[in-house]
Nanobody, 122 residues
Framework: QVQLAESGGRSVQAEGSLRLSCVVS????????MGWFRQAPGKEREFVGG????????YYADSVKGRFTISRDNAKNTVYLEMNSLKPEDTAVYYC???????????????WGQGTQVTVSS
């Protein structure tokens, strides 16, 4: 059984930085493409970005490109979301997700964490 647990969410002021972590337990972490999503109140869930199984490829939504960085440490079964220059519109619950099968970052994700709240104040 695959379990994902996010941590690191908190309140921060605009222009601040935050790093979220997601630890994955279960089958070997390296077989999963990992993604980060977010959902703000009253809005649809948004794909923030993802990283390939080996970490060589990443993808970012335009809304976070240049500000957010996704990385992974396969030895620690952990994926990270480094967020810089945060804006109030980044306020959301952030979820990590794992995708099995091929190494594409796009597509449907199979396993989800419970989410961690990030609040950015102006």
């Amino acid at each position: 059984q695959v379990q994902l647990a996010e941590s690191g969410g908190r309140s921060v002021q605009a222009e601040g930085s935050l790093r979220l972590s997601c630890v994955v337990s279960g089958p070997p972490f390296s077989i999963y493409v990992m993604g980060w999503f977010r959902q703000a109140p009253g809005k649809e869930r948004e794909f923030v970005g993802g990283i390939s199984r080996g970490g060589s490829r990443t993808y970012y939504a335009d809304s976070v490109k240049g500000r957010f960085t996704i990385s992974r440490d396969n030895a620690k079964n952990t994926v990270y979301l480094e967020m810089n220059s945060l804006k109030p519109e980044d306020t959301a619950v952030y979820y990590c997700a794992a995708r099995g099968g091929d190494d594409r970052i796009g597509g449907d994700y199979d396993y989800w964490g419970q989410g961690t709240q990030v609040t950015v104040s102006s």
